[in-house]
């Protein structure tokens, strides 16, 4: 078994604040994903890593950058939080293939002031 | 666009009733599918996939789903619901039928009432 690692857990943030999200797997899975999740809302994805160094754009990626420096890690940057923004940050890993299972974080938590 | 829509935002069935809840999904082609449970305080957990084959499939907890090309539909369905299975349920399709840009539905919000 494995397990994906998303830190921190909460993440509290000013408005114009650079805020950087971490997600970490041991599955040695290729691929990792970055959603979000508005209260009450599905996910809706923001980036994608088919492999190290790679990065592919999601449906929301307007204001995010991400980072995928090494297979097991994926970073996550908010390029400047908004006023009042509220959402969970999901994190997930799978094989590759599209028929493979996806693999959860806990989540972070994020509030901004 | 090519999409999964799930019509239902929230559902509400008693204890030991039958669920149905719906997902329809909008691509040429035949689809790979998936459904996903997310339980309160709890990390989304694949229920089950669908990707060729007997387009009924089993999943875990009692679920199953039934794949129909002609109405274009991928209903998870449970005969009898317990009161632990009030979660979100979301509907998944990698975009453009074999890619890995996983695309979540908006998700169902089941509450079995006892």
């Known amino acids: 078994g494995g397990i994906i690692t998303q830190t921190p857990k909460f993440l509290i943030g000013q408005e114009g604040q650079k805020l950087t999200l971490k997600c970490q797997q041991n599955f040695n899975h290729d691929t990792m994903y970055w959603y979000r999740q508005d209260s009450g809302k599905g996910l809706r994805l923001i980036y994608y890593s088919i492999t190290e160094n790679d990065l592919q754009k999601g449906d929301l990626s307007e204001g995010y950058d991400a980072s995928r420096e090494k297979k097991s890690s994926f970073s996550l940057t908010v390029t400047s939080a908004q006023k009042n923004e509220m959402a969970v940050f999901l994190c997930?890993?799978?094989?590759?293939?599209?028929?493979?299972?996806?693999?959860f974080g806990a989540g972070t938590r994020l509030s901004v002031l | 666009a090519q999409s999964v829509t799930q019509p239902d935002a929230r559902v509400t069935v008693s204890e030991g009733a039958s669920l149905q809840l719906r997902c329809k999904y909008s691509y040429s082609g035949t689809p790979y599918l998936f459904w996903y449970v997310q339980y309160p305080r709890q990390g989304l957990q694949l229920l089950l996939k669908y990707y060729s084959g007997d387009p009924v499939v089993q999943g875990v907890n009692g679920f199953e789903a039934e794949f129909s090309k002609s109405n274009s539909s991928f209903h998870l369905r449970k005969a009898s619901v317990h009161w632990s299975d009030s979660a979100v349920y979301f509907c998944?399709?990698?975009?453009?039928?074999?890619?890995?840009?996983?695309?979540f539905g908006e998700g169902t919000k089941l509450t079995v009432s006892s």
């Open positions: 998944v399709w990698p975009n453009q039928g074999g890619s890995a840009k996983l695309i």
């Open positions: 997930a890993s799978s094989t590759g293939s599209c028929q493979n299972t996806l693999y």
